[in-house]
């Protein structure tokens, strides 16, 4: 199992960009001052909302994208609540106040042919997970859901790392149905990584059980600190209760008892 | 330069600036983000006698200016505190002060008595007001009986600092603080969470799997100051204030309401930085009023 050692930071970040997808998913871009630390996918962020008394805790959000080079990180949001909706509206110039990078990353499972399967805000992590394999010269199939084809944005930067199968309930584009009843999951894969809604990566992680195919997915939960002191986030594994703020967010699903 | 230093039972603090039980630890989940070695002192994660699990998750709720939990002591036990974290303490230049917890008065005893012997822990503090967890906890805090057995038994067994955690979850908090005191408890520290509830309307469903759990945060902060108030009224034993504390700010409304001490809790995860930050606060406030010991800030509320 990969372990992650970095110093974690809390930084002021600059607002280089807020950018709508669609009218529910935002992608923002923030500029550390400072050289990044080493961010791996499956790792998230604490970001700070200012503004309401709705938005006390922080809100743990997956990395999406990094660029050492512009010393820049994107995140991919949905618009939910409140906290969400501030963030929306950032401007340009604005600072947000970040704790990174935290959590277990996506591990580099043997093999050479990899399923990427996501849902909704899920694709976030699978997007820089993409690169680190492509990077590793590793082949890798994208399979997204969504509800339809409204809720769809721009994926060609998933094109340009693997090939991209889509569903959507309604059939409005891809394969109608869900993810979970897509052909390319009968293929032979030498492992599956997931995010998305949890019953889709529970069926997911059920498949890969079957097929006897390694399998690691990445959790959202509610967070309190995101850093290991709350004990809030815990969720049930075979090695009992484990933070998914630590010991995850991703995990092999063999060791979820969900 | 201004004198920072108090005084708990047999324990010298550099200064009153804690973290609360639950919310940092064991410290060393903070290391990355501050110097935990220019805190007063470090109150541990609840420690039981043996291994627990805690609750089943979701765990937790945000609530306006506050959050409830409901994490239910999940701990390794005293066994495990003493073999795999008590020997990294020793690096720190701070007062250790491990929270004790437990389903009956016997297990009470059993982590008490292990802890005494722990040359680097100059003192406990008795968790009878947990308010998540089925059996003792705040089953001990919330009974005058109950609690009066425990402390007495307690007290017994220990040798060293007896801090007694109190619930806010009383008629009456003062005559807790009295009982406390009566069977010698070094110092009294509160508030622990209020008992609380949230529901999501559009699911008809519970927020947290357990249904009620522990509301902390700016939220309770007025609740606490007002208890802190009547305790220290009360009893002549150095009482720790704690409750929605998040800036300098709250750590002088405490100390001028009676505290001798005070425990940053909740404010810790929102920043992790956040107890030193308050610390420079108050050194501040101390210069801007010409306080030159910040043991003059206790009960110096005037009315």
Redesign the interface.
Same mark, same amino acid.
Request: hydrophobic fraction near 35%; proline fraction near 10%.
């Given at each position: 199992m990969n372990q992650i050692i970095g110093?974690?930071? +809390?930084e002021d970040l600059e607002v280089t960009g807020n950018k709508w997808l669609n009218e529910d998913y935002f992608v923002l871009t923030l500029r550390s001052e400072e050289i990044l630390p080493d961010i791996r996918a499956g790792q998230f962020t604490q970001v700070?909302v200012e503004g309401s008394?709705? %938005? *006390?805790?922080?809100r743990p959000i997956s990395f999406y994208d990094v660029h050492p080079s512009s010393r820049e990180i994107r995140l991919l949001i949905r618009k939910a609540g409140a906290g969400t909706k501030r963030l929306s509206a950032l401007n340009k110039g604005e600072k947000v106040n970040m +704790?990174y990078p935290l959590g277990r990353p996506f591990s580099l499972l043997e093999g050479n042919r990899f399923l990427l399967v996501g849902g909704g805000v899920g694709l976030a992590p699978l997007y820089l997970l993409g690169k680190e394999l492509h990077r590793a010269g590793k082949e890798i199939v994208f399979l997204f859901g969504f509800r339809s084809a409204g809720q769809l944005f721009d994926l060609s930067q998933f094109k340009d790392l693997g090939e991209l199968y889509l569903t959507t309930e309604d059939g409005s584009k891809g394969e109608k149905g869900l993810v979970t009843g897509h052909p390319v999951m009968e293929q032979g894969w030498d492992a599956i990584y997931t995010c998305g809604p949890e019953p889709m990566m529970k069926v997911i992680a059920a498949v890969a059980a079957e097929k006897g195919v390694p399998c690691e997915a990445s959790l959202e %939960?509610?967070m309190? !600190?995101? *850093?290991?002191?709350?004990? !809030?986030?815990?969720?049930?594994t075979v090695h009992?209760?484990q933070r998914a703020c630590v010991e995850g967010p991703v995990f092999n699903t063999k060791e979820l008892l969900w | 330069m201004v004198d920072l230093e108090v005084k708990i039972g047999g324990i010298t603090l550099k200064n009153p600036v804690t973290t609360a039980s639950?919310?940092?630890?064991y410290g060393l &989940?903070?290391t990355? =983000?501050l110097d935990i070695s220019r805190l007063g002192a470090i109150f541990t994660?609840a420690t039981t006698g043996e291994p627990r &699990?805690?609750n $089943?998750?979701?765990? @937790? #709720? &945000?609530?306006? @200016?506050? @959050?409830i939990?409901s994490?239910g002591l999940?701990n390794k036990g005293v066994d495990h505190f003493i073999e795999h974290i008590y020997p990294h303490l020793s690096a720190y230049d701070t007062h250790f002060i491990v929270n004790v917890s437990g389903s009956t008065v016997e297990e009470y005893v059993e982590v008490a008595s292990k802890i005494d012997v722990l040359e680097k822990i100059p003192g406990i503090e008795l968790n009878i007001s947990c308010p998540n967890v089925k059996e003792g906890g705040m089953v001990f805090g919330t009974d005058p009986v109950s609690a009066r057995k425990v402390i007495r038994a307690v007290r017994e067994a220990y040798h060293k600092t007896l801090i007694v955690k109190l619930s806010p979850n009383v008629t009456s908090i003062k005559d807790f603080a009295l009982i406390a005191q009566e069977e010698g408890a070094d110092s009294v520290s509160l508030i622990n969470t209020l008992l609380a509830m949230a529901i999501d309307a559009e699911r008809r469903k519970p927020l947290i799997a357990r249904i009620t759990g522990g509301l902390s945060? $700016?939220a309770v902060k007025p609740i606490a100051l007002r208890m802190v108030w009547e305790v220290a009224q009360a009893v002549e034993i150095p009482v720790i204030g704690l409750g929605g504390i998040s800036s300098a700010t709250d750590v002088i409304e405490f100390m001028l309401a009676g505290a001798t001490a005070v425990q940053v809790g909740t404010a810790? =995860?929102?920043?992790? #930085?956040i107890s030193l930050k308050i610390l420079e606060g108050i050194i501040d406030y101390m210069e801007r009023h010409g306080f030159s010991s910040v043991k003059e800030l206790t009960g110096a509320l005037e009315i």
């Open positions: 110093k974690k930071r +809390i700070k008394p709705e %938005t *006390f805790l922080r +704790i %939960t509610l309190g !600190c995101g *850093f290991g002191a709350c004990l !809030c986030c815990a969720v049930e009992g209760m | 639950g919310c940092f630890g &989940e903070y990355d =983000f994660k &699990e805690g $089943p998750s979701p765990r @937790m #709720a &945000e609530t306006p @200016m506050g @959050m939990n994490v999940q945060g $700016p810790n =995860f929102i920043d992790p #930085a």
